[in-house]
């Protein structure tokens, strides 16, 4: 079974930085691509950035676009998302996941759908 571990979360002042992590369990689990969702309080599940491992192309959401960067890690299957500017607004779970398949497009990036394997959380929460 494939498990994914998020690190890194907590607590930062709004302009802030914060990094996280995620790594997969298993040392042969083979994924097309991972990516980041998070979700708010009160609030559905939203696609915040997602890479590809074949054309290690970034996809990333209007809102985060520009302040957060999605990249591998140095350990296979693993990967990071570096957050600058952080804003009250991107307090929220934030959650890895990776697909046992590829995507048909890049818009598939996009969608929870795509994904099968997900992590526990980690807590972000950014104070105005």
């Known amino acids: 079974q494939v498990l994914l571990v998020e690190s890194g979360g907590g607590l930062v002042q709004a302009g802030g930085s914060l990094r996280l992590s995620c790594a997969a369990s298993v040392r042969t689990f083979s994924s097309y691509a991972m990516g980041w969702f998070r979700q708010a309080p009160g609030k559905e599940r939203e696609f915040v950035a997602a890479?590809?491992?074949?054309?290690?192309?970034?996809y990333y959401s209007g809102s985060v676009e520009g302040r957060f960067t999605i990249s591998r890690g140095n350990a296979k299957n693993t990967i990071d998302l570096e957050m600058n500017s952080l804003k009250p607004e991107d307090t929220a779970v934030y959650y890895c996941a990776a697909p046992s398949r590829p995507a048909r497009s890049y818009s598939d990036y996009f969608s929870g759908e795509l994904y099968d394997y997900w992590g526990q959380g980690t807590q972000v929460t950014v104070s105005s």
């Open positions: 890479t590809s491992w074949s054309d290690r192309n970034t």
